[in-house]
């Protein structure tokens, strides 16, 4: 797996004796992110946990975004990792949209910066030829390719990203019992639509993820040119 490179930093030693690398500061901003009050991470902190002067960051990542950008891209890394092409393209598009899924909900606290942010890194940039190639394949025109595959990742990411949202155990109860009770039970003079369909209204509480998906696929392959 390609790992992130920094540019003309030197290799310095910690406080620990341990040569300090933008692999290792990664690892540990990722470390510290997932762990309790990771969402307070700072220089300061990271450079305890690294054993070494919190501006040694600064020789490898310009300012904590680009640092996040770098966890970020390293997550889209192990997400490819996942990513095996199928025989037929659309079922290549479900297990794409699949493995960045699951790689979001294991690290939530980045779900919303990868939803949102380019990284511009060397895993997205994998991704990104993956996704257009998988386009590509289907028949897209090389406009319509960059198009189809722009408006399915973002859409992907973006459900995804509310899927990863952490709750409470006291929120997720709040959340079953809007829709089962509240909603349920809204009076048919004034919410007749909802009224009409309260038996249903349970089901808003699943994740919307793999209706999504197969809604967008479903388009793309009538869509698609025929091959």
Do not use: C
Not at 62 to 67: C, G, I, K, P, Y
Not at 79 to 93: E, I, Y
Not at 98 to 109: A, K
Not at 150 to 178: G, H, I, K, N, S
């Amino acid at each position: 797996m390609e790992r992130v490179r920094s540019v003309g930093a030197r290799r310095r030693k910690t406080r620990a004796g341990v040569v300090l690398t933008a692999d290792m500061i990664v690892d540990t901003a990722l470390r510290l992110i997932d762990a309790p009050g990771g969402d307070k991470l700072s220089v300061r902190r990271l450079g305890a946990e690294l054993g070494a002067d919190p501006t040694a960051v600064y020789r490898y990542f310009r300012d904590m975004d680009a640092l996040l950008l770098a966890v970020a891209d390293r997550l889209i890394g192990d997400a490819l990792n996942d990513f095996v092409p199928q025989d037929h393209w659309a079922d290549s598009l479900r297990y794409l949209a699949d493995s960045l899924r699951r790689s979001m909900r294991l690290h939530p606290r980045l779900a919303h910066l990868r939803a949102v942010r380019v990284t511009a890194g060397p895993h997205e940039m994998r991704t990104v030829d993956t996704g257009i190639g998988i386009m590509l394949n289907a028949g897209f025109a090389p406009a319509d390719a960059v198009r189809h595959y722009r408006d399915f990742v973002d859409t992907v990411l973006a459900v995804a990203a509310v899927d990863a949202a952490p709750l409470t155990d006291e929120q997720e109860e709040a959340e079953q019992q809007a829709w089962s009770r509240v909603y349920a039970s809204l009076p048919a003079g004034e919410y007749p639509n909802v009224h009409l369909v309260r038996e249903h209204l349970p089901s808003m509480y699943n994740s919307a993820f793999p209706g999504t998906v197969e809604k967008l696929i479903a388009a793309l392959v009538a869509a698609a040119p025929s091959r």
